[in-house]
């Protein structure tokens, strides 16, 4: 079975500071990893996706990920927060070409200080 | 950007009411979905559709719930007789024929039942 991890429920960082969500995965086959975010009062939106093409996956808003198999994570960085980027930020598994679903985490919610 | 979108944004029923959802996929999308969040839990994957048909489902869709697409636009989520815990924000997505499993959700569809 597939599922994945977020640690920290909220994440807070100051205006122009690394943002990092952290997320670890499980899967007993080569995932499809995604990372999504949740405005306030709209759907999820697609921030990027690895598909076993590059390990280092670029999103947008200035967002990236890195797949590291002998760690399972796929955590989400970006350089310098910016006040817009507060949200909800879902990662998500999947597997296959074939597989019918996502399996989301818990969430992180990111606060931007400014 | 074609979205995907979800009727009504919010809804209030009394327990045992009946409720329908409303999405609209994304035009040329052949597999539909619907998903949901509880207040405060992760998003979890209720049931999928193509073809006309439910292609797979989770514990979750019991038999107090059934979706259809009746019209060859519209997909519908109907909840038979509400339950308090079925209070959640319910999501739709699409996604295309091919493609690494990127799902487009829609902003989703609040259901309060008191």
């Known amino acids: 079975a597939q599922s994945v991890t977020q640690l920290g429920s909220h994440v807070s960082v100051s205006e122009g500071a690394l943002v990092l969500l952290r997320c670890n995965y499980s899967?007993?086959?080569?995932?499809?990893l995604f990372w999504y975010v949740q405005y306030p009062n709209q759907g999820l939106q697609l921030l990027l996706k690895?598909?076993?093409?590059?390990?280092l996956v670029k999103g947008i808003n200035g967002f990236e990920a890195e797949f590291k198999k002998s760690e399972t994570s796929f955590h989400l960085t970006k350089p310098s927060a910016h006040m817009s980027d507060a949200a909800e930020y879902f990662c998500?598994?999947?597997?296959?070409?074939?597989?019918?679903?996502?399996?989301f985490g818990t969430g992180t919610r990111l606060t931007v200080i400014p | 950007e074609p979205e995907v979108t979800q009727t009504p944004s919010h809804q209030v029923t009394q327990m045992g009411q009946e409720v329908i959802l409303r999405c609209v996929p994304i035009s040329n999308h052949l597999y539909f979905y619907w998903y949901r969040q509880i207040l405060g839990q992760k998003v979890e994957f209720l049931v999928s559709f193509y073809n006309n048909e439910i292609s797979e489902k989770s514990e979750i869709f019991d038999d107090q719930f059934s979706v259809e697409r009746p019209d060859g636009s519209n997909f519908t989520l109907k909840i038979r007789s509400t339950k308090l815990e079925d209070s959640a924000m319910y999501f739709c997505?699409?996604?295309?024929?091919?493609?690494?499993?990127?799902?487009?959700f829609g902003a989703g569809s609040r259901l309060t039942v008191l």
């Open positions: 899967s007993s086959v080569p995932p499809y």
């Open positions: 997505a699409s996604r295309e024929d091919f493609g690494a499993n990127v799902l487009t």
């Open positions: 998500a598994v999947s597997v296959g070409t074939g597989a019918n679903n996502l399996f």
């Open positions: 690895y598909t076993s093409a590059a390990t």
